[in-house]
């Protein structure tokens, strides 16, 4: 029988690391090898398990990551760009899984963790839950199916107030799908922002739309808009949990695989779709 996964979660007192803490703790085929915060945080020192609400669990958490992945099996990571980035480069260091949820991240980091990607085994997604990558496919489906002069294509999302990046990781997933749809490139395309007199709408492009407030935990939508007719595919998250789990299962899936960029798609078996 294989040994648990050792695994460090990084950014442990946040929203997704306390989630993590928890699924992780109650997961078959995986263990808590370390929590890790940024130098001076509050959380350093504390239990772990203290923090995400579990009660004591014997972690305590650390500001050295190179330590903690040095004798881990994989880190799992919901921070910010510039920490994940940092991470990348350590994992790789320690030859281990790296699953990045970290969204709004440029095309520089971009090229950063496809780099590590020599090294370590990495998974990254704007969106790790099964629900939101099934849509994924929906949407590159249908924008294939249904052509640009007759439909346009709006990505709506709606998050809780605390987030800091616009449009959402899973937001620009959507985009992507429904560009790959059309076999146009995203970036081309998408028009990010609307206000004052912008002139009708180009035909082909991707909106978006972003809304923010209160707790929702992540809400998205694409919109079809045909004469006469809408087609609407959405997702709502209703727990944080779907986005752990689903890290997990990354993480679990990427342990035996060769050094490498990957994506929930590959996780999950819906890359060819
Ligand atoms: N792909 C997916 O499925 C999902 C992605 N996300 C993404 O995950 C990220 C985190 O989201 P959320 O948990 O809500 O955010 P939080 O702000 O609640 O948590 C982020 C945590 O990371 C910590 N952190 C930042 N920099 C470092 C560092 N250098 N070293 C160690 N810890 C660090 C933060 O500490 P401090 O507060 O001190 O900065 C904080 O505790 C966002 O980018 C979000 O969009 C979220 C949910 C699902
Ligand atoms: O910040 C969040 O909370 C979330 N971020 C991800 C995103 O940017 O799409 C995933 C999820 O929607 C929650």
């Given at each position: 029988?294989?040994?648990?996964?050792?695994?460090?979660?990084v950014?442990?007192?946040?929203?997704?690391?306390?989630?993590?803490?928890?699924?992780?703790?109650?997961?078959?085929?995986?263990?808590?090898?370390?929590?890790?915060?940024?130098?001076?945080?509050?959380?350093?020192?504390?239990?772990?398990?203290?923090?995400?609400?579990?009660?004591?669990?014997?972690?305590?958490?650390?500001?050295?990551?190179?330590?903690a992945?040095?004798?881990?099996?994989?880190?799992?990571?919901?921070?910010?760009?510039?920490?994940?980035?940092?991470?990348?480069?350590l994992?790789?260091?320690?030859?281990?899984?790296?699953?990045?949820?970290?969204?709004?991240?440029s095309?520089?980091?971009?090229?950063?963790?496809?780099?590590?990607?020599?090294?370590?085994?990495?998974?990254?997604?704007?969106?790790?839950?099964?629900?939101v990558?099934?849509?994924?496919?929906?949407?590159?489906?249908?924008?294939k199916?249904?052509?640009?002069?007759?439909?346009?294509?709006?990505?709506?999302?709606?998050?809780?107030?605390?987030?800091?990046?616009?449009?959402?990781?899973?937001?620009?997933?959507?985009g992507?799908?429904?560009?790959?749809?059309?076999?146009?490139?995203?970036?081309?395309?998408?028009?990010?922002?609307?206000?004052?007199?912008?002139?009708?709408?180009?035909?082909?492009?991707?909106?978006?739309?972003?809304?923010?407030?209160?707790?929702?935990?992540?809400?998205?939508?694409?919109?079809?808009?045909?004469?006469?007719?809408?087609?609407?595919?959405?997702?709502?998250?209703?727990?944080?949990?779907?986005?752990?789990r689903?890290?997990?299962?990354?993480?679990?899936?990427?342990?035996?695989?060769?050094?490498?960029?990957?994506?929930?798609?590959?996780?999950?078996?819906?890359?060819?779709?």
């Amino acid at each position: 029988m294989t040994d648990a996964m050792k695994l460090v979660v990084v950014g442990a007192s946040g929203r997704m690391g306390q989630a993590l803490i928890r699924i992780i703790h109650e997961a078959e085929g995986t263990v808590l090898h370390a929590a890790v915060e940024r130098p001076g945080a509050a959380a350093i020192g504390r239990d772990a398990g203290e923090i995400a609400g579990l009660g004591p669990i014997g972690i305590t958490v650390t500001d050295d990551p190179l330590a903690a992945f040095l004798a881990a099996d994989g880190v799992i990571d919901f921070t910010a760009p510039a920490a994940s980035v940092e991470f990348a480069a350590l994992a790789a260091q320690a030859r281990i899984v790296h699953v990045i949820g970290t969204t709004g991240c440029s095309p520089d980091d971009e090229a950063k963790f496809e780099a590590a990607g020599r090294h370590a085994r990495v998974v990254k997604s704007g969106n790790m839950s099964l629900g939101v990558n099934l849509l994924s496919v929906l949407v590159k489906q249908a924008a294939k199916a249904l052509d640009a002069a007759g439909w346009d294509i709006e990505v709506l999302e709606m998050h809780h107030k605390h987030k800091v990046d616009a449009p959402s990781g899973t937001a620009l997933l959507l985009g992507d799908a429904a560009a790959a749809g059309r076999g146009i490139d995203l970036a081309d395309h998408s028009v990010r922002v609307r206000d004052g007199h912008t002139g009708p709408r180009e035909q082909g492009s991707i909106g978006f739309a972003t809304l923010r407030g209160g707790s929702v935990v992540g809400d998205h939508s694409v919109v079809l808009a045909g004469e006469g007719e809408l087609i609407t595919l959405s997702h709502n998250a209703l727990d944080r949990t779907i986005f752990a789990r689903g890290a997990l299962k990354a993480a679990l899936w990427a342990r035996d695989r060769k050094p490498g960029y990957y994506s929930m798609l590959d996780v999950l078996g819906l890359s060819s779709s």
